[in-house]
Nanobody, 123 residues
Framework: QVQLVESGGDSVQAGGSLRLSCAASGYTRFCMAWFRQAPGKQREWVSDIASAGGTDYAGSVKGRFTISKDNAKNSLYLEMNSLKPEDTAVYYC???????????????????WGQGTQVTVSS
């Protein structure tokens, strides 16, 4: 079973940048994604990347966030620029270990999750 460990969360000023990392204990050649959850809100899909490298983004982060992965390092990344206070949340790395393509942004479709890393953006 693949295990995921996120890192890179921090507190930054609005307009700043952060890079989140997700280290996988095994292969990353399946659909992987980033989600986030703000206090009192449901977990929200942010971005995903398929095994072949195709990416997708939520409208709220498109143009500001970039997802990428390094298969040689079994790692997933999320480069976040022009951060806004509404980006404040716990960010989770997730994977569907049964699929090389990303079919949906529903959290229920993903079977492997990291523990989360806190991102706080102040105005």
């Amino acid at each position: 079973q693949v295990q995921l460990v996120e890192s890179g969360g921090d507190s930054v000023q609005a307009g700043g940048s952060l890079r989140l990392s997700c280290a996988a204990s095994g292969y990353t050649r399946f659909c992987m994604a980033w989600f986030r959850q703000a206090p009192g809100k449901q977990r929200e899909w942010v971005s995903d990347i398929a095994s072949a490298g195709g990416t997708d983004y939520a409208g709220s982060v498109k143009g500001r966030f970039t997802i990428s992965k390094d298969n040689a390092k079994n790692s997933l990344y999320l480069e976040m620029n022009s951060l806004k206070p509404e980006d404040t949340a716990v960010y989770y790395c997730a994977a569907n270990s049964r699929s090389s393509t990303c079919a949906t942004g529903s959290p229920a479709w993903y079977d492997v999750w990291g523990q989360g890393t806190q991102v706080t953006v102040s105005s």
